[in-house]
């Protein structure tokens, strides 16, 4: 089988491999679809902590080929998304039931080999049923879908309630979605105003284009957020952006007694009043991966699947990789997620079966 190694920065080789055995305990997934982020990037560039080389793909789906040892429910033919997250169990997070900030966490894909191979073997446990009604393409965004879930849980969000999003890529408009299904008004803020377009369509009750040379937000801004808040200011805000000045907005902008949950990642510091936290009396959180949410992504996209399907603004064959990688670094076209169509879903397309890349190919920026 074909497999896509990152051996050095920037530098995928192509390798035959062999297929793997099926061992008691785990599945043998043909994969169909990966979907690429920022960590990808990241590792792809070679400024990501587990080092090269490695398999990539972290986000991915595909039909079950064989099980072993099967006492999941899952059968061969079944079409899953796959949580590349293990865990110990054993440290103090995993114990207190924080599995997704585990002392010995890894991720298939990032620390170890993932889904750009042709067959994986992946723990039973791991498997995760697509709805019925589905597409395979889009059940690849079940993890980002359940990161930012993760992070929606953390804030506490109630119905009736005004949310503040800062940041409209694909984590903070999933947010978005999520929050507006459990009843939540969102204003959502980003610097490009394609995605806050997309943000309108996602459910944001207004959008706020941030321009950091003039102030955000600026006095009509600042009117807006005050009426749907009641001049008390959003009672919580998600950071999806990890830019420093994101952060000092939120904790500025955020109602007293408000809780302000960061979920964007990045190594840069940020300058934080030490009197706005307790005198606003603030809960600050972070957010990581998920509480197994994957199920629950899933859920999600297929209830909003016009949505869902307007995050794949790409697609680039198994073979053009590094086209791929290329374009999420440049940005010369906006670039919401990339899809990565893996042999067996070509296959599956020629066959004449359900063409799971062609439906939204007038979305697509790549070659098909």
């Known amino acids: 089988m074909l ?43 070679d400024d990501y902590p587990a080092g ?17 040892n099967n006492v999941s429910g899952v059968r061969a033919g079944d079409r899953v998304a796959v949580s590349p997250m293990t865990y110990c169990g054993a440290c103090q997070p995993c114990r207190s039931g924080r ?16 889904a750009l191979v042709e ?19 889009l059940a690849a965004m079940a993890e980002p879908a359940s990161i930012a879930m993760q992070a929606v849980n953390r804030g506490r969000p109630a119905a009736g309630e005004t949310a503040l999003v800062l940041g409209s890529g694909p984590i903070g408009l999933l947010a978005t979605l999520y929050l507006t299904d459990l009843g ?8 490009e105003a394609d995605r806050l377009e997309l943000a309108t369509a996602f459910g944001a009750v207004d959008t706020l284009l941030v321009e950091p040379a003039a102030g955000f937000p600026d006095a009509e801004q600042a009117a807006r957020l005050d009426q749907l808040t009641e001049g008390y200011g959003p009672g919580l805000v998600l950071e999806a952006t990890g830019a420093p000045s994101s952060l000092e907005n939120a904790i500025r902008l955020v109602a007293s007694a408000g809780r302000i949950v960061q979920v964007g990642i990045s190594a840069r510091s ?53 086209q791929a990688y290329g374009l999420m670094r440049n940005r010369t076209e906006k670039v919401g997620k990339i899809l990565i169509e893996m042999p067996a879903a070509r296959a599956r397309a020629r066959e004449g079966s359900i063409s799971e890349s062609a439906v939204g190919s007038a979305l697509s920026g790549a070659s098909a």
Request: with cysteine; charged share 20%; glycine share 8%.
């Open 119 to 137: 067959l994986l073997s992946v723990p039973v446990d791991k498997l995760c049923l697509v709805p019925d009604g589905l597409a395979l393409d």
């Open 52 to 68: 090269l080389p490695v398999v990539q793909g972290h986000e991915f789906s595909g039909v079950v080929e064989a099980i072993g």
């Open 270 to 322: 940020a300058t934080v009043s030490m009197k706005d936290i307790p005198f606003k009396e603030l809960d600050l959180m972070g957010s990581r991966n998920s509480l197994n949410l994957i199920p629950d992504g899933l859920a999600l996209l297929a209830r909003n699947p016009d949505q869902a399907r307007a995050l794949l603004t790409h697609r680039f064959a198994f073979e053009e990789l590094q």
């Open 3 to 45: 497999t896509a190694r990152t051996v050095a920065k920037e530098t995928i080789r192509y390798e035959e491999v062999a297929e793997p055995g099926l061992d008691a305990g785990r599945a043998l997934v043909r994969v169909h679809n990966v979907t690429l982020c920022g960590t990808d990037l990241h590792i792809w560039e």
């Open 184 to 191: 939540v008004n969102v204003v959502c803020a980003d610097t």
């Open 99 to 114: 599995f997704n900030v585990c002392r010995n966490i890894s991720c298939i894909g990032c620390y170890s080999d993932g």
